[in-house]
């Protein structure tokens, strides 16, 4: 069947009105789509971009300040005492060397009384002491960390081997105001009240010499690092008192033996806003410095008055005695004491 000539035209012609009529509610219409497409894009960008701030954890670090020594605690780096009557008596306690030189990065760099060179890396000095005396704290400090490295026999720095080898190491954190931020380590010690295990159990006794996994736990330092050792080698049978404060002229320790030397050693890090280049692991805020010239020390006795900044003498001295049952090397703090 043939279209008429005349239908053919005249039904696209019947169309074109209604289009030009609505044309614009298409557009509207186009509009519509293309600004809620546009909303939604923008409401997953943003759910993107929370997402994403929520899942890259920050790199930056809080800025923390920097203590450093006041300028009321007597020290090399600060003042004398203005009266030295009782300061520095008994000079005749401390052992021939001092902390080695290289690492000294604060204060003298050499001991007021060294008489020999310090073998490499040595972080501090001895007091030369009778076998098992009780240790004092010499400032109020907080137990941090410990490390058990005692033996029946062990090498010593110069190679040869030593008959007992007593090494317990404790490490303190600075509770005075006079010294804030200071960290305190003493080694080679018979035992500590601090270390309620330690040769109570059997698990937490002397150890393999050279052995890999000595016991420690906590905040440990050595001459050029520091860091934290969540529990090592069986270290909860010690069951060490990490977080036990001791005030000044408290018992902390007895002093041990490396062969039939007997004595204790004591290492000092002294923060400051200048950076300790030689710390390759750890705070390069806190410097080793030489306990018997760094600092000015004293007798200890609950009557006595110390200026700011002054140590106690970490053993029994002038008169002064600890308890009798401190004196026992089997003392023992309890937990709540």
């Known amino acids: 069947m043939e279209l008429d000539n005349n239908q053919e035209k005249n039904e696209p012609s019947s169309k074109k009105p209604f289009l030009k009529k609505y044309w614009w509610m298409g557009l509207i219409l186009i509009i ?14 943003k759910a993107g971009k929370k997402q994403s701030k ?20 007597v020290s090399a780096i ?13 000079t005749e306690m401390y052992g021939g060397t001092g902390a080695d030189s290289d690492i000294v990065t604060l204060g003298p760099k050499v001991g007021s009384h060294s008489k020999t060179t310090p073998y490499s890396g040595k972080r501090g000095m001895e007091f030369e002491l009778k076998s098992k ?13 410990f490390k058990n490295q005692s033996s029946e026999s062990g090498i010593g720095a110069d190679g040869k081997k030593y008959t ?33 295990g330690h040769y109570q159990n059997s698990d937490c006794d002397d150890v393999e010499w050279g052995a890999k996994n000595n016991q420690a736990e906590g905040h440990l330092f050595y001459p050029v690092d520091d860091y934290v050792v969540p529990s090592k080698g069986n270290a909860k049978a010690c069951k060490a008192l990490i977080g036990r404060t001791v005030k000044r002229g408290e018992l902390v320790g007895y002093a041990g033996n490396v062969g039939e030397h007997s004595f204790a050693s004591f290492c000092f890090k002294v923060p400051d806003k200048s950076k300790n280049l030689t710390v390759k692991q750890g705070n390069q805020n806190l410097h080793w410095v030489q306990p018997t010239s760094f600092f000015y020390w004293k007798s200890y006795s609950p009557d006595a008055t110390f200026p700011g900044g002054v140590l106690a003498y970490p053993f029994e001295i002038d008169g002064f005695q600890l308890p009798t049952k401190q004196r026992d090397v089997n003392f023992k703090y309890t937990s709540k004491e």
């Open 32 to 45: 519509i789509v293309i600004v809620l497409a546009l909303a939604g894009l923008g409401i997953v960008n």
């Open 78 to 90: 600060t003042s004398p005492p203005s009266n030295m009557e009782g300061i520095n008596t008994h």
């Open 164 to 196: 007992p080898m007593n090494d317990i190491e404790l490490t303190f954190e600075s509770a005075s105001p006079d010294w804030p931020g200071m960290t305190i380590i003493l080694y080679h010690l018979y035992t500590s009240p601090l270390m309620q």
């Open 133 to 145: 005396a009780p240790l004092l704290a010499p400032i109020d400090m907080t137990l941090v960390g």
């Open 54 to 73: 929520k899942s890259i954890p920050s790199t930056m670090s809080s800025p923390t300040s920097i203590p450093t020594v006041p300028t009321t605690s």
